[in-house]
């Protein structure tokens, strides 16, 4: 395995940072595949469980829970396709500047694409409070309960986060400053 060189500026050389980037790419096209295929599981689980199900003690919450469900789970497949057809279209062969470019974007923390997740983790946000609800009616109240489920799940999406922010800083923070730092390079010559 090569290691990265780095120069003063703690960003690595273009050999380096395309060597990376080829590691990185292929790890991550690989990885977009894998969660693909287990959310396309999960989406005929879930309707399975939820929507065709005949079983009478399922309420029309479950239900809607289960729809709310498939499509959150249908947005996470379709951001990983997305995602995965990304990996996959990156030509190492194009003009160095292109190349830099299409990584810088690649490896940003935000992305206008990641407004598929979003959406995503409010349907599942609304199906959590629908599948819980009949199971906690008689505990607390509507507000109550809605207050709770909030609080237990804006905490878990945001220790998500959390460690999402910390692997992208130790991971791909790195690849990003280098391309901005190389493109910046170019833009000057």
């Known amino acids: 395995m090569k290691i990265m060189k780095k120069d003063k500026t703690n960003n690595m050389d273009l ?6 980037l080829g590691s990185k790419d292929t790890k991550y096209k690989k990885m977009m595949k894998r969660f693909q295929i287990v959310f396309l599981i999960f989406i005929f689980l879930y309707a399975g469980l939820f929507i065709i199900n005949p079983d009478s003690d399922l309420t029309i919450y479950d239900r809607i829970a289960g729809v709310c469900y498939v499509v959150a789970f249908t947005l996470f497949t379709m951001q990983f396709r997305l995602l995965h057809k990304k990996f996959k279209q990156v030509n190492y062969f194009d003009p160095v500047k292109k190349v830099l470019e299409e990584a810088e974007k690649r490896y940003r923390l935000w992305n206008k694409n990641q407004l598929l997740i979003g959406v995503a983790i409010l349907c599942i946000d609304a199906a959590s409070i629908l599948v819980m609800f009949d199971r906690f009616n008689e505990r607390w109240t509507l507000w ?16 998500g986060f959390g460690f999402g922010y910390l692997r992208w800083r130790n991971e791909s923070r790195p690849i990003w400053l280098s391309a901005k ?9």
Do not use: P, R, T, W
């Not at 109550?144 to 220790?159: D, M, R, S, T």
């Open 15 to 20: 050999e380096s940072l395309i060597s990376e």
């Open 144 to 159: 109550e309960f809605i207050l709770i489920v909030q609080l237990l799940y804006v905490l878990i999406i945001g220790i």
């Open 181 to 189: 730092a190389l493109l910046k390079e170019l833009e000057e010559e």
